[in-house]
């Protein structure tokens, strides 16, 4: 799994970078057949202070690209969303390619 941590207008610190990676390892932990991950971080000149801090990850699993995005006040709080937004995702992936190997339905005659 190859994991890339970016920042845009901030500088992104080891302590925030172990906070990302103890974060996403939960995906990993669910499903193992996750090839890439990007993930950016980003501090906006916006006026309303809600929603400046935004964490953005694309992730590549077989077969498929997931994208997730939050924004929040603390970037702490945005990364913790984040992470759950992409745990669902993969989760429903993998239910989704793990569902079709039913067995075959019988005829009727």
């Known amino acids: 799994m190859n994991l ?3 920042g845009h207008h901030l500088e992104v610190t080891p302590a925030l970078r172990g906070y990302v990676q103890s974060k996403l390892e ?4 669910h499903f193992d057949q996750v090839v890439d991950i990007k993930v950016l971080l980003t501090v906006d000149n916006l006026k309303e202070k809600d929603l400046r801090q935004r964490a953005e990850c694309n992730i590549h699993v077989k077969g498929k690209d ?7 006040a603390d970037l702490y709080a945005a990364v913790d969303e984040l992470a759950d937004k992409l745990d669902r995702q ?4 993998k239910d989704k ?3 079709h190997h039913h067995e075959a339905a019988k005829r009727l005659m």
């Open 97 to 99: 390619s793990q569902a």
């Open 4 to 6: 890339t941590i970016s």
């Open 90 to 93: 993969v989760l429903r992936h």
């Open 66 to 72: 997931l994208f997730a995005e939050s924004a929040h």
């Open 26 to 29: 939960r995906i990993s932990r």
